[in-house]
């Protein structure tokens, strides 16, 4: 007789593993259908957008019809150039051919004694220079022979979009420049021709023409101004005594010429010409002291001649020789306050670490030393300024 335990064993085990009776109280219950994604509220959607690089912003206009109306608003446009987080670069001319190259200026700070490397080129079909750079617009020059500057565009190489060329008659001696005037809202460029008058272009749908006034009396070291702030500066010599400098300084807004001292600076080397820069949208200007080395001061308070400030005393590392008397043009300062830096006749650029006063130098041999600004990508074209435009 088999053993009652076993049978009792047997049977609980079958009776577990049996499956349980059918039930419509216990059928699996149909899944959930899935959720949207929560939609992000249009402020928000705009506040990320607003700081994203314009070359990437150029792409995203395809998402769709909202992100294409957006990025597209000429306010958005002006929001993105203040509030993009986008690197800024390089931007200079070949002096071998006609081409324009883009590097990267963060790229030189973290490793100095690398080749510039070229992150992009445009070949030009004629004898174009670079006149000036301001907030995503580069101004460009078509020259006339070696000397005579013909005519100028507008141009933005992120949207790759130029306005039509307008006819300028600025020649050799003469003295120009391009920037932006923030309190009429409009972007100008100055032609100061000695033999045809002095003329201020302003660009846009109701694009104008005024007759300027005559300049001091003081002769430019460089054609072409640098563009600080709503104005335009030149290191200028008296034409009465050579030995007397100033900064020469254009209003944008106002439209009128006006004498700013150097700073005081008992030790300079006047073998040395002063070369004005901008750092951090403050005036800069470079000085050589007597048996020294070069001294950058920064302007606090623009045509405020209490606020020169000291910045940075650097030495070169290479000794010069035969002596050229040149000086450094700022261009950029980091974050960590390094700065960066071309020479005003060698074709060299200069890596000035805030807590060394030693120098890095890169040779810049196939670049043109006067055509060599810092450019910060945007989507700003020439359309939105009422211009006409096209691809280029």
């Known amino acids: 007789m088999p053993n009652p335990n076993t049978i009792l064993t047997t049977v609980t085990v079958t009776h577990r593993a049996a499956p349980p009776p059918c039930s419509s109280t216990m059928r699996p ?16 959607i705009e ?41 800024p670069r390089l ?35 004629d004898d174009l220079h670079i006149l000036g750079s301001c907030n995503g617009l580069i101004c460009l020059g078509l020259m006339s022979g070696p000397f005579h500057l013909r005519s100028i565009r507008l141009w933005n190489p992120c949207t790759r979009s130029a306005s039509d060329w307008l006819k300028i008659r600025a020649i050799d001696g003469d003295m120009y420049g391009f920037g932006y005037d923030h309190v009429h809202d409009n972007y100008k460029f100055l032609e100061c021709c000695w033999r045809y008058g002095h003329k201020i272009h302003t660009f846009g749908s109701n694009y104008s023409t005024t007759i300027v006034q005559d300049p001091p009396s003081y002769h430019p070291k460089l ?42 600076m008992n030790n300079r080397d006047e073998h040395y010409d002063p070369a004005v820069g901008v750092l951090r949208d403050r005036l800069c200007v ?37 002596p050229i008397f040149y000086s450094f043009k700022a261009m950029y300062m980091t974050e960590n ?15 000035i670490k805030a807590n060394d006063v030693r120098t890095s ?10 055509n060599c600004y810092v450019y910060h990508e945007s989507l700003v074209s020439p359309s939105h300024l009422g211009l006409p435009s096209f691809y280029y």
Request: with cysteine; hydrophobic share 40%.
């Open 29 to 44: 219950k149909p899944l959930s259908p899935t959720k949207a994604p929560p939609i992000l509220p249009e402020e928000l």
């Open 47 to 87: 506040e990320i957008l607003v700081r994203v690089p314009a070359s990437t912003l150029v792409k995203l206009k395809i998402v769709c019809k909202s992100w294409n109306a957006l990025i597209s608003n000429p306010e958005f446009t002006g929001d993105n150039v203040h509030r993009s987080i986008a690197d």
């Open 91 to 125: 931007v200079y001319r070949s002096r071998s051919k006609c081409k324009i190259h883009f590097s990267s200026v963060q790229s030189l700070f973290k490793n100095s004694s690398a080749l510039l490397t070229k992150d992009c080129c445009f070949e030009m079909d």
């Open 223 to 264: 054609r072409i101004g640098t563009f600080v702030y709503g104005t335009l500066n030149w290191a200028a010599q008296a034409r009465s005594n050579s030995l007397e400098w100033v900064i020469l300084s254009f209003d944008l807004a106002n439209e009128n010429f006006s004498p700013l001292s150097l700073p005081d």
């Open 286 to 322: 470079c000085l050589k002291e007597n048996y020294g080395g070069w001294i950058f001061w920064v302007m606090e308070e623009y045509g405020v001649q209490e606020s020169w400030t000291q910045l940075l005393t650097v030495f070169s590392n290479e000794h010069v020789y035969p």
């Open 337 to 351: 306050d390094d700065v960066l830096a071309v020479s005003s006749q060698f074709l060299k650029l200069l890596i």
């Open 361 to 370: 130098q890169r040779n810049f041999v196939d670049a043109d030393h006067r």
